[in-house]
């Protein structure tokens, strides 16, 4: 079980004036969900939930997040902005950014991350991100962002069915010699979720895309892209823009892409 008090004093001492609550749970369906049924934090405050285990964890397109309890960091913050920052959905990829930020003052490097929601190592799923709009108030939004990150798996989880770009599941225990604690885990990425989210308020995610462009795991990957309007595209990603857009080379032209889902084009696919 977590330990509560060891992640609320040091976010009280770094952020209290900005915290409304903090609030640890044993099992919850999602994070994400309870925060979406509790009153919205005031502007520029947030409020924070954790979870031992989700029973009903989400991601993105309705897929599920499945963690063993103790074996990963499920955490969502919501945060409310005075104004509605433009381009909102470009939020997600600054937050990727601030948890690598997180990853990296744990000393745990060589973290990618995959456009637009899904954090990277060893070209498996470490974890992913899911934002989503709570209500609007006056000319402000809150917004839930969620996080999950697989800590020490069990050595029986090693596939993932239903991603079509990786085929394995990575956990921090592989990627450093020395493990944090969940509860230094936490502490640290939700300081790093909160300054994103207030410089993405002040300035949008142009401070944030020369750092996604560093941690770009699709860059120079053969994809197809499917489009929530029905449309697919075949080509080559080639970063994003400071919009937070995906860029792809089709044998067409060059694309600018907000949302979709991707597919990765194994090598003997390319000449099909």
């Known amino acids: 079980m977590?330990?509560?008090?060891?992640?609320?004093?040091?976010?009280?001492?770094?952020?209290?004036?900005?915290?409304?609550?903090?609030?640890?749970?044993?099992e919850i369906e999602s994070t994400n969900?309870?925060?979406l049924d509790q009153p919205s934090p005031l502007p520029g405050r947030f409020r924070v939930a954790l979870a031992d285990y989700q029973t009903a964890g989400r991601g993105s397109f309705d897929r599920?997040?499945?963690?063993?309890?103790?074996?990963?960091?499920?955490?969502?913050?919501?945060?409310?902005?005075l104004r509605i920052p433009d381009k909102l959905p470009s939020l997600t990829l600054a937050l990727g950014v601030g948890v690598i930020e997180a990853l990296e003052r744990l000393d745990i490097g060589g973290i990618s991350l995959k456009w637009p929601n899904d954090i990277v190592a060893f070209d498996g799923k470490l974890g992913g991100i899911l934002t989503e709009v709570q209500n609007s108030i006056s000319n402000g939004v809150t917004v839930i962002a969620g996080i999950g990150l697989n800590v020490d798996?069990?050595?029986?989880?090693?596939?993932?069915d239903e991603l079509s770009w990786?085929?394995?599941?990575?956990d921090l225990k592989k990627c450093t010699g020395k493990l944090p604690s969940r509860e230094k885990l936490s502490v640290v990425v939700i300081e790093s979720l909160l300054g994103c989210m207030i410089r993405f308020e002040s300035h949008g995610f142009a401070p944030f895309q020369d750092s996604w462009r560093k941690y770009d795991w699709l860059k120079g990957?053969?994809?197809?892209?499917?489009?929530?309007?029905?449309?697919?595209?075949?080509?080559?990603?080639?970063?994003?823009?400071?919009?937070?857009?995906?860029?792809?080379?089709?044998?067409e032209d060059r694309r600018?892409?907000?949302?979709?889902?991707?597919?990765?084009?194994?090598e003997w696919d390319k000449d099909v």
């Not at 599920?64 to 902005?81: H, R």
């Open 166 to 170: 990786a085929d394995k599941i990575i």
């Open 221 to 251: 990957k053969q994809i197809i892209i499917d489009t929530p309007d029905g449309r697919h595209y075949s080509g080559v990603a080639d970063g994003v823009d400071h919009n937070g857009a995906l860029n792809i080379r089709t044998n």
């Open 256 to 266: 600018s892409i907000i949302a979709g889902a991707i597919t990765l084009l194994n």
């Open 33 to 35: 969900s309870y925060l």
């Open 2 to 26: 977590l330990d509560a008090e060891s992640i609320q004093q040091p976010i009280t001492e770094v952020l209290g004036a900005r915290l409304d609550k903090l609030e640890v749970f044993l």
């Open 64 to 81: 599920t997040w499945q963690s063993p309890p103790s074996s990963g960091l499920c955490l969502s913050i919501a945060y409310t902005f």
């Open 153 to 160: 798996l069990p050595d029986s989880m090693q596939v993932l």
